[in-house]
């Protein structure tokens, strides 16, 4: 079975362009979530998708962080203009169903490889 | 608010020695607690969590509620456990599950 995919698996570009990262969960995996690791911070949340909807976005940083997932399947991530401080290594993760709520346990979360996002 | 603390970045033990790796949390509520590694040039993957009380690798954690701790501990460590280590959480919300991770815990054992 195929792990989740990312791409690319690095990426350079300077301030004020745009860049897109892409995350292919595995093959029926309705959960989806993004996380970011800025360099020497922990790795935080960003959102997280259940099938197309948007469950959870509170970790977005600001509003030139657009994330979709048209039909449940893929996931992107676009970043319009980006920043210096958007530089960090962005992660996919993806889990099978929703388990939680009272006395539910949490599905494991299978993660990617990640895209080193570098932006000079 | 909820947060996970791992106080230590790097931890350097020679092959055989014991280790511990510290992680405390603070949640009000019930959360899961789970341990990610990432060995080199590979990805996240998860190494145990606290409601399946099992050892993986030799390598054991006891969710302590009454000091918020979830300290990873092996008795005997390998040169094949160096990686980076990350506590994470998982708060118990009816609509995620997303995870709240520490800053990560560097481990070298030395042969």
């Known amino acids: 079975e195929a792990g989740v995919t990312q791409f690319p698996s690095h990426s350079v570009i300077e301030k004020g362009q745009t860049v897109t990262l892409r995350c292919d969960p595995i093959?029926?995996?309705?959960?989806l979530y993004w996380y970011r690791r800025v360099m020497g911070k922990e790795i935080k949340f960003l959102l997280h998708f259940v099938k197309e909807s948007k469950q959870d976005e509170s970790g977005m940083p600001n509003n030139r962080f657009l994330a979709e997932r048209t039909g449940g399947t893929y996931s992107t991530l676009k970043v319009q203009p980006a920043e210096l401080e958007d530089s960090g290594v962005y992660f996919c993760?993806?889990?099978?169903?929703?388990?939680?709520?009272?006395?539910?346990?949490?599905?494991?979360?299978?993660f990617g490889p990640g895209t080193r996002l570098t932006v000079l | 608010a909820q947060r996970v603390t791992q106080p230590e970045k790097l931890l350097s033990v020679f092959k055989g020695a014991p280790v511990e790796l510290k992680c405390n949390y603070s949640?009000?509520?019930?959360?899961?607690l789970f341990w990610y590694v990432q060995y080199s040039r590979q990805r996240l993957q998860l190494l145990l969590r606290h409601i399946s009380r099992e050892s993986i690798k030799g390598f054991t954690a006891d969710l302590n509620k009454g000091e918020t701790s979830f300290h990873l501990k092996k008795p005997f460590a390998q040169e094949e456990d160096s990686a980076m280590y990350y506590c994470?959480?998982?708060?118990?919300?009816?609509?995620?599950?997303?995870?709240?991770f520490g800053t990560g815990t560097r481990l070298q054992v030395f042969p």
């Open positions: 949640y009000s509520g019930s959360p899961e």
């Open positions: 093959s029926g995996h309705d959960n």
């Open positions: 993760a993806s889990s099978p169903g929703f388990l939680g709520g009272a006395g539910g346990a949490t599905d494991t979360q299978y």
């Open positions: 994470a959480l998982s708060a118990e919300h009816y609509n995620t599950d997303k995870l709240i």
